[in-house]
């Protein structure tokens, strides 16, 4: 198994762009979700999915979108990129429930800087 | 509103030291509490969960506690390496949602050979 992978590792961005963050787990899991870490905030939640079709907005939901049409993928889409959006990002998956019992899968990170 | 507090914020220790990571919750409402290491520049690689239901969870070297009335975890490490320095984070998956964790700001550990 892959586990969870993320694409790209990363991307600068001038203000005002668009651009798609990828993220895709082999693990049949039912749960994705969409972390932002920053330097004093810790990590926190932007976008959960918890199956195919349907998302939920998490902490720090404003200006991302998301759509989950597979189990396997979860992208999180920037619409118009901004300095504050600079930061790490990690999409996260786990079962809801079962043998794992929600323990949490994470992805190596995209870090993203916004000029 | 669940807040998740880790202390200290950076501990170092000379090698082969045994130590204790502290995490407190400010509402005992949890699901699980799991316990993660990040290394530099790398995603999270989950060490334990431990269930509402349990007091303890066990892997090698690790053991974590949890006494939900008090609202506390704790990562004891025994025997410490250099190979443990890392940032360790502790998270709660809120009730009844699913797989939301809410995670606390980490604490920094270097272990000095």
């Known amino acids: ?115 | 509103k669940q807040e998740v507090t880790q202390i200290p914020a950076a501990l170092s220790v000379p090698e082969g030291e045994n130590l204790v990571l502290n995490c407190s919750f400010t509402d005992s409402a949890i699901y699980n509490l799991q316990w993660f290491r990040q290394d530099p520049g790398k995603g999270l690689t989950s060490l334990l969960l431990i269930q509402s239901s349990q007091r303890e969870q066990t892997s090698g070297r690790l053991n974590a506690s949890l006494d939900k009335s008090s609202g506390r975890s704790t990562l004891y490490i025994a025997a410490s390496q250099p190979g443990d320095s890392a940032t360790y984070l502790c998270a709660v998956s809120v009730y009844n949602q699913g797989g939301k964790l809410i995670f606390g700001q980490g604490t920094e550990l270097s272990v000095k050979p």
């Open chain 1, 1 to 115: 198994n892959a586990g969870v992978t993320q694409t790209p590792k990363f991307q600068v961005l001038k203000t005002g762009q668009s651009m798609t963050l990828q993220c895709a787990q082999d693990m049949n899991h039912e749960y994705m979700s969409w972390y932002r870490q920053d330097p004093g905030m810790g990590l926190r939640l932007i976008h959960y999915s918890v199956g195919a079709g349907i998302t939920d907005q998490g902490e720090v939901p404003n200006g991302y979108n998301v759509s989950r049409s597979t189990t396997e993928d979860f992208p999180l889409r920037l619409l118009s990129a901004a300095p504050s959006q600079t930061s790490v990002y990690f999409c996260a998956s786990s079962y809801v429930s079962g043998r794992a019992r929600e323990t949490q899968y994470f992805g190596p990170g995209t870090r993203l800087l916004v000029l």
